[in-house]
């Protein structure tokens, strides 16, 4: 496996490579990121080309009050578990590489970045959008691999390529999950023991909701029950909504897509699952 520190090393690792099929994560890699890479090499392997890895803990994409200081970052754990997942190239940016001073362009999305996610991290989408964008342009990946689990932020992502004319297909990726249920996530590991007992119920309740709707019991009241039901087990639910599955715009119609982010002790567990 190669590894890019740099735009120009990165430029002629990619032309030396072919068509790429393009991975973008935060690190702290897991099961999940690696069944990403493992379907880009099936992408990489149908165009002829090579799987590309970035690793950038986003600086943009984080708030004033949130975590970025204290995200997982484990770079050799990372590049020896890509490698291992038959990984091409690793792109390893700097923030300086990324945003050089004087840096002053940024990517709006609107529509689904709009609520959710993009309403309890407000510029979240905004950096994610501008990095996902320079990380397509940085490596003319031909296909992107995104993960389900993160529903709103691969609509944001489908919506800029589509807008934007970008010559990358988004591809997404259905979320894995441990054997209790819990989507994984690089932030999972902060979880104490009692918490990590409990986490599963997030995904217990979406299934438990989309049962509700499959019966007949209307939108409103299967996920007021839910809510409460989570926050009596210690949950501070953020939301738990039916929404269209691409616009993220709330819906009582199936099919949707049940989304939730709730929050245990200061740990925020993000997750959705189709309905209907
Ligand atoms: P992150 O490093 O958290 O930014 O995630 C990088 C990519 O991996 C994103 O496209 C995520 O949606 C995806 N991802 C994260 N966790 C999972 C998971 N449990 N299953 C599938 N994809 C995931």
Redesign the pocket.
């Known amino acids: 496996m190669r590894i890019a520190r740099d735009l120009p090393t990165l430029r002629a690792e990619a032309a030396r490579l072919g068509p790429l099929a393009l991975v973008?994560?935060?690190?702290a890699l897991h099961a999940?990121?690696l069944?990403?890479v493992a379907a880009a090499r099936r992408e990489a392997a149908a165009m002829g080309g090579a799987v590309a890895a970035s690793i950038f803990v986003n600086p943009l994409q984080f708030g004033p009050q949130e975590d970025l200081a204290r995200y997982p970052r484990d770079e050799a754990g990372d590049l020896a578990a890509l490698e291992a997942a038959g990984c091409d190239l690793a792109w390893l940016p700097g923030v300086e590489a990324m945003y050089p001073p004087g840096h002053g362009t940024a990517i709006e999305v609107a529509g689904p970045s709009e609520g959710w996610e993009g309403a309890a991290r407000p510029g979240h989408f905004r950096g994610v959008a501008t990095v996902c964008a320079k990380l397509f342009l940085q490596t003319g990946a031909r296909v992107a691999l995104?993960?389900?689990?993160?529903w709103q932020?691969l609509q944001v992502v489908r919506r800029m390529a589509r807008d934007l004319d970008l010559p990358v297909r988004i591809i997404g990726?259905p979320?894995?999950r441990e054997a209790d249920g819990l989507?994984?996530?690089?932030r999972n590991r902060f979880l104490s023991g009692e918490e990590r007992a409990k986490a599963s119920a997030l995904h217990a309740a979406l299934q438990g909701v989309a049962q509700a709707l499959a019966a007949g019991v209307p939108a409103t009241a299967a996920l007021a029950e839910m809510r409460s039901g989570l926050a009596a087990q210690g949950f501070a639910v953020d939301y738990l909504a039916l929404v269209e599955p691409e616009t993220l715009r709330e819906t009582a119609a199936l099919p949707g897509r049940l989304i939730a982010a709730a929050r245990l002790g200061t740990v925020r567990l993000l997750d959705n699952i189709a309905a209907g």
């Open positions: 973008p994560t935060m690190g999940g990121h069944a990403l995104f993960g389900e689990k993160d932020q990726y979320t894995v989507a994984m996530s690089s």
